[in-house]
């Protein structure tokens, strides 16, 4: 885990926190019931020191914070079925973006959100574009670095 937490380290300052096993169990089995590859899986987001947060305007309760949470890029054509798998499961928030080409796996409450219908986990809300759009922005630069 001290080596994983490393890789999930803060895409911007690079400082590392310990990552809560339970977001990799679930990050595991959503993808092996979606029958997805680990080589087919692009881990955009783990943690996030505050300050990177704010620059991408997370929440601010944001389980990011607390690493726990991973925001992952799967090909278009498996991302429905990554995210349907992430929703059956019935563990930690989910948070769907399609247009955007990820899903958001966390191991807090159990939750939804994004371009996913109502259901048991409460009713679906879209964070603003924008926010998504700066986050993929911040990303992009950090990447290019």
Request: proline fraction near 6%.
């Amino acid at each position: 885990m001290a080596e994983l937490s490393i890789v999930l380290a803060d895409t911007r300052t690079g400082a590392v926190h310990p990552f809560d096993p339970r977001a990799i169990d679930i990050l595991w089995e959503v993808a092996r019931q979606a029958r997805i590859g680990g080589g087919d899986l692009v881990v955009l987001s783990g943690y996030r020191t505050p300050e990177t947060n704010a620059a991408v305007d997370g929440a601010g309760d944001s389980q990011h914070l607390r690493a726990g949470a991973l925001d992952v890029q799967v090909a278009s054509a498996q991302l429905t079925g990554f995210a349907e798998a992430a929703l059956a499961l019935g563990r930690g928030g989910v948070g769907v973006y399609q247009r955007r080409g990820f899903v958001h796996v966390d191991s807090g409450p159990v939750r939804r959100w994004g371009d996913v219908a109502p259901g048991p986990a409460g009713p679906g809300r879209a964070p603003a574009d924008d926010r998504i759009a700066r986050m993929a922005e911040a990303w992009a630069a950090l990447r290019g670095r």
